[in-house]
């Protein structure tokens, strides 16, 4: 049953993606509404699939590389489609579900099996700190791939290649918008996320910071994004600077993530 | 001398203020904190030096890199960080909190020209009866509304959520508390650790440059147990402890399980499940021996380390025992001990022998049926202990950040005018935050006013 849900969301995500560059590729209103139905039944099925695993195991199911990579992919999908409602750019699916579908495709090499919880991940505090984590991490992500666009909307407009795929993507100052409203969210659940594992750290290993990779790079990340957002409030950080600026953050966020859970050791070290 | 004396002082100051800095900083500290992810932190130098050669070492032991978080120029980054957060906001928190405390009560031209959204309409009929209703519009809609009488025209003013434009500050000042906390701990609390090996109690415990700390009372372990998973995954260590006050219980202190996650808390100082161990000294395993096809039983009482010599000349002697054994072979369960038997004459041999499953030995063959009875061998718990008096202003720091992160970045400063003279009437509006969601709520509205 969860095998069944788990390949019906890639395929589905698989599908939502082929729609979504279809329409960038030749835009048409039919074909957009069926691209975003594709993609929310999706994750509806990602939902399902996730909460079905989580009656399973007993426990917030992102314990490991699999689980972890499915969740990361499930929030992309969630935060895309919140901006997507707000800010009605259907264009956004189109570099967000290929990233959505690749996550979800790696999460499949991982081993699949239910573990039980190890001591240390017996907490309440698992599902706040994992959950807020990843939403905060897809918050970046969405807000990198603003910034991406932005960055191949400004360089199409200084080579003043101002048709076909110009026209598709959305203005420079809507993408702006979307990547800063993409920092606001994502920075208040990266500070939640850091402060419920301060909190749990020292309930489990008696200190509430011990210089852990795992809580290093997460302040790295924080301190990115803090100089990124106070960057913002001189004027000349908006734009460009700050589109270059908010895809290293996501970088910085991958490593936090993904870096330091397979190449550094320590307490977070979940393979 | 001292123009140019008061010329340092401003332009330091500036330089304090500067948000420059603050993205110096930020990122600054970012780069550097990278060092001690890569440098293993806190090793021996004989650990660093099987990896780096010696002039390496030297060098980064100059630059602290082995201990880098508590290095001095860390510190002075984050010393500067906290100037620079406090001149940032002595600086900038007068002009915003005259805007909280003081509204702007009037919409003059100026501030009309300024504002992204406006809506004029007429007032027709009676002005004061109109005035009312516009007020009663306003208040139903926003809150309370505030009229001035200036230059012969009205001007009815309402605002929502003036104070959260001192949520950066309040951030700004959290990031100092947590950083108070964060002092305090290192000043008045440690960090250390004790092992208590069950039925004994302990009243010492050892930093981590193993110097002993003496507490005002001891601690005492009952009891230590691992359970595992199916799998033979632990599943959970838990501690027996009782807190002694003279050597005596205390009251309410008796008998608590201690596990991971759940540790225990005494006078400020609290006790972490972290490890454990064979205590090893005194451990004693019990055998019955016979011979296969008959005979009586033996009890044999075997010490760690000493080898027994059986009846028909052979030697008995514990290797390694385990009060699981589902850990290392999940198919089995219960205390297990690994046994050498030398027969006289023969190569010695090693196997496992099992209290909860003979069936094992039975299959096994050989002169003589070993069968197991279980250890009275003890078990030390590791306990974690640290003491934090400033863990409480850490958390409320954390609680005070979170308040201001919801503050300075889910709410919004939404303020409305309305100017009635002259049978005319301007209404505009501005939000701090977020003008594409004020728009709308300023078209809705303009759409309520219209069917006034």
Redesign the interface.
Known sequence: MNAILFYSTIAVYLLAMIAYLAYLAKPSESLGKNARRLITAGFIIHIVFTLDRYIEAGHTPITNMHESLSFFSMSVVGVFLFFERRFKILVLGSFVTPVAFLLLAISAIFPTAL??L???L??KWLLVHTVVAFFGYASFAVAAGAAAIYLIQENLLKKKRLGGIFQRLPSLNTLD?INYRCL??G??LL??AI?SG???A????????S?D?KE??S??TW??Y??LL??R??TGWRGKKAAILSIIGFF?MLFTFLG?NLL?SGLHSYK | MSTSKRGFVESLWEFFCSLKLSIVLLIGLALTSIIGTVVPQGNIPPEYLQTISEAKFKLYQSLSFFDMYHSWWFMLLLYLLTVNLVACSIKRLPRVWKMVSEPQLVMEDGLEKSLANTYEFKVSGDEAAQKEKLKGFLRAEMGEPVVTEKDGATHIFVQKNPWCRLGVYVVHLSIIVIFVGALIGSFFGYKAFVNIVEGTSVDTVFTQKEKPIKLDFAVMCENFSVSYYNTGAPKEFKSILTVLENGQPVKGYEKIPVIVNDPLTYKGITFYQSSYGQAGEGAAYHFNLRRRGGGEAVHLDLKKGEAATLPNGAKLEVLESTQDVRQFMPEFSGPAAKVSLTSPGKAPESFVVFKNHPEIEEQRGGDVFIQYLGADEKLYTGLQVAKDPGVWVVWSGCALMVIGIIMAFFMSHNRVWIRISGGRAVMGGTASKNPAAFEQKFESLVEKLKKL
């Open positions: 573990k039980p190890n001591p240390a017996q907490s918008e606001t969210l920075f208040p500070t939640v402060i301060a909190i749990w020292e309930t489990a290993w008696g200190t509430y910071w210089w990779p290093t790079w302040l790295i301190f990115i803090a100089a106070h960057g409030l001189t910085v330091v550094m």
